[in-house]
């Protein structure tokens, strides 16, 4: 079945330190919307990559689209405490009005 | 504009007993996605009602259903209830079906004992 892994599963790192979070699909995507979820929250929508290589920027974060649409990522640069949390991909599959979901790249920051 | 919401927000049944989910979406929005998050299985995809109809449907047993009212909003039924169905249920709404914003209500945590 279609399936979207993200890696890495889990990450720690110091306040200040780069992140990035990786996901790969098994199929091509019609687009990519990227989540975040803060402990005890709901999924809260940050961006969506719909071209073949698209590159957005938010702030200190950085979405990219693959040349093939089959893969995205997402990297904080400067991490801060508020960037703490699990950070999901949600792939559309061509043809279809369901998003598959990647395992989610849990974020935290030691200060 | 109030954010999608979901009724109740905490819920405790027993296995065998049914359970009915309220998610009302944002104003305007017709479309309406149900997801099951669980740590071991993370976010996946319940169905999808787009003007009172579904549109899309996931891996999951006949025990889960949903429905759209006229108004938009939604309600999904699991009957049976399993040890397994603890969770938590996400409601999310967008303009219309695929290709947009998902906005994601709070959530009904459910605990099945």
């Known amino acids: 079945g279609q399936q979207v892994m993200q890696i890495p599963q889990y990450q720690h790192v110091q306040e200040g330190e780069d992140f990035t979070t990786y996901c790969n699909s098994s199929?091509?995507?019609?687009?990519i919307q990227w989540y975040k979820q803060r402990p005890g929250g709901h999924p809260v929508f940050l961006i969506q990559l719909v071209k073949s290589g698209e590159v957005k920027k938010q702030k200190r974060l950085t979405f990219q689209f693959g040349e093939a649409k089959k893969n995205s990522s997402l990297h904080i640069t400067a991490t801060q405490t508020t960037d703490v949390g699990t950070y999901f991909c949600?792939?559309?599959?061509?043809?279809?009005?369901?998003?598959?979901f990647g395992t989610g790249t849990r974020l935290k920051v030691l200060a | 504009k109030a954010g999608v919401t979901q009724t109740p927000r905490y819920l405790i049944k027993t296995r065998g007993q049914q359970v009915t989910l309220s998610c009302s979406p944002i104003s305007g929005h017709r479309s309406v996605s149900w997801y099951q998050q669980t740590p071991g299985q993370g976010l996946q995809f319940l169905f999808e009602y787009f003007s009172e109809t579904q549109r899309n449907k996931g891996n999951f047993p006949g025990r889960f259903s949903g429905r759209q009212f006229s108004n938009s909003r939604s309600e999904m039924n699991v009957s049976t209830l399993e040890l397994g169905d603890s969770a938590l249920y996400l409601c999310a709404s967008s303009l219309v079906a695929g290709e947009e914003t998902q906005y994601f209500g709070p959530g009904t945590r459910l605990l099945v004992l």
């Open positions: 199929t091509t995507l019609s687009n």
């Open positions: 949600a792939g559309l599959t061509s043809g279809t009005y369901k998003y598959i």
